[in-house]
């Protein structure tokens, strides 16, 4: 609030709404109409809960008249206040206030005067007196004939607001310091005629003396910032209601106007931008489009977020955050360590089982070819399948017939071998195994061969029938026929 004027002049405050005095930068990308209403009145763009016509705002409180012979549109209100700007997120609105004056001619008679005021739809009735504001002019002004640079007391007067006002009016009272030099009265009359007193926007007005009083004289407006909310109950109340006007991606914000009255607005969420009062009016802001948010590495966007994947040495503290990967080499270090050693070990057994079942193979050749495996083999190919011949087992085969020699399988012992129940994988026929327990190579390879191909071949009830041997191990393994008992 700015006074300049003449004599000494007390203004009374006597407030009961909120006037804005700070200054805010709009967001192009929330302000938008709802969907098939008027986006502009001239070159305003009117944002939804805003809205111009029927269906296009929230509530009649929000209802604009735009006035296609001026750039501004009229909010609908008793004062008809003129909008000129909307910084949407803040839930604020600038409009266009003319500044009240009181004139005098040149004997100090006043002339006219004009007084304004600001008021919402309902104002609140009661009053309650804020403060004063004084500006000493007469006296001092008519000494010397010149007005101070600086707004400080002398000729100007100005004061800051509080929140929670409603209504705001000014009371002009003047003090005369009794009589005076009238060539000195008339010369300051005709000089500074008028008296002005007017609400600003912060930053928005700048007293020069040579100039202020000119520019005023021009029943100029100047700039006004005031709030609105979207409803008059607290985020908690109205989220429980399911009755939000806050729409997806948004989140309901406690704002209250009136100092003890609930009200709340809305804003999009972290990460969206956009409408909040619009059905999916709040979109995804893509941080990686037009520049890389990440200090370290590169940006990848989410909805509603992004995350930075780390350059090479360096790792996430958090999804948005790298940091040096070299806090753990110590750790990682012995890790290597530990992994080389596991896979050398792991290796070396290999080579050592590899070497073993190598060494083994030799030595079952070895057995078999002392034991008169080849002449057997050879001897049996010799009938070609016109009589039935004893077969040659491996001595894998034995283990898996007898489940490795499974004690349970053991049906007989003597002096020099054991005897275990095996069973034939390819007709399931029970078979005898008979195992020595005497290591003994035995010495007439042909003669074995030929008894082998004898017995396989004796079919008679009191004559246990050779079915087949193992000849891999030092001691040849039989195989007979299973008879019970």
Not at 5 to 22: N, P, R, T, W, Y
Not at 214 to 233: A, F, M, T
Not at 246 to 258: A, F, L, Q, T, Y
Not at 306 to 333: E, M
């Amino acid at each position: 609030m700015a006074l300049l004027g003449s004599m000494l002049i007390i203004v009374q405050l006597s407030v009961v709404v909120l006037l804005g005095a700070a200054i805010f930068t709009p967001i192009a990308a929330a302000a938008q109409a709802k969907p098939g209403c008027p986006e502009k009145c001239g070159n305003l763009t009117i944002p939804y809960p805003f809205g111009i016509g029927d269906g296009c705002y929230l509530r009649p409180e929000f209802n604009i008249t735009c006035n296609q012979a001026s750039t501004h549109p009229t909010y609908l209100t008793r004062n008809n206040l003129s909008i000129t700007n909307f910084y949407f997120d803040e839930a604020e609105l600038q409009i266009a206030h003319d500044a009240a004056d009181s004139c005098h001619d040149a004997l100090g008679n006043p002339s006219n005067s004009n007084s304004n005021n600001i008021a919402d739809p309902t104002p609140d009735k009661t009053k309650s007196t804020q403060g004063y504001s004084v500006a000493a002019c007469d006296i001092i002004l008519t000494s010397n004939n010149k007005v101070p640079d600086t707004c400080s007391g002398i000729a100007c007067t100005e004061s800051g607001l509080v929140g929670g006002l409603v209504v705001f009016e000014m009371t002009l009272i003047y003090y005369s310091f009794g009589e005076q030099n009238r060539n000195e009265t008339k010369w300051f009359y005709e000089e500074y005629p008028c008296n002005y007193a007017f609400l600003v926007e912060d930053s928005k007005f700048t007293y020069a003396p040579n100039t202020s009083f000119q520019q005023l004289s021009n029943k100029k407006q100047l700039p006004v910032v005031i709030n609105w909310e979207v409803g008059d109950e607290p985020c908690d109340v109205v989220e429980k209601s399911n009755n939000s006007s806050c729409k997806g991606n948004s989140k309901c914000v406690d704002r209250s106007i009136v100092h003890g009255k609930p009200g709340y607005i809305c804003n999009c969420s972290e990460g969206y931008h956009g409408n909040p009062y619009l059905t999916d009016g709040c979109q995804d802001i893509d941080e990686c489009e037009t520049s890389n948010p990440c200090d370290n590495g590169t940006c990848h966007n989410l909805d509603g977020s992004y995350y930075c994947k780390c350059n090479s040495g360096y790792r996430n503290h958090d999804p948005k955050t790298c940091i040096p990967g070299t806090k753990n080499t110590a750790l990682k270090i012995s890790l290597g360590i530990c992994l080389s050693f596991l896979v050398l070990l792991v290796l070396v057994f290999w080579i050592y089982c590899g070497v073993k079942r190598r060494k083994f193979k030799k030595q079952q050749e070895k057995f078999f070819k002392q034991n008169g495996g080849l002449l057997l083999r050879q001897q049996l190919t010799r009938y070609n399948g016109s009589i039935e011949t004893a077969s040659i087992f491996s001595e894998e085969e034995l283990k898996k017939m007898t489940d490795h020699y499974d004690e349970k399988r053991k049906i007989g012992e003597g002096g020099y071998g054991l005897v275990y129940k095996g069973i034939l994988p390819a007709d399931k026929r029970e078979v005898a195994i008979k195992k020595s327990k005497v290591s003994a190579q035995i010495t007439d390879s042909l003669e074995f061969a030929n008894e082998v191909i004898l017995l396989s071949q004796i079919n008679h009830k009191n004559v246990v029938k050779l079915l087949g041997c193992c000849l891999e191990t030092q001691t040849p393994i039989l195989v007979y026929e299973f008879i019970s008992n």
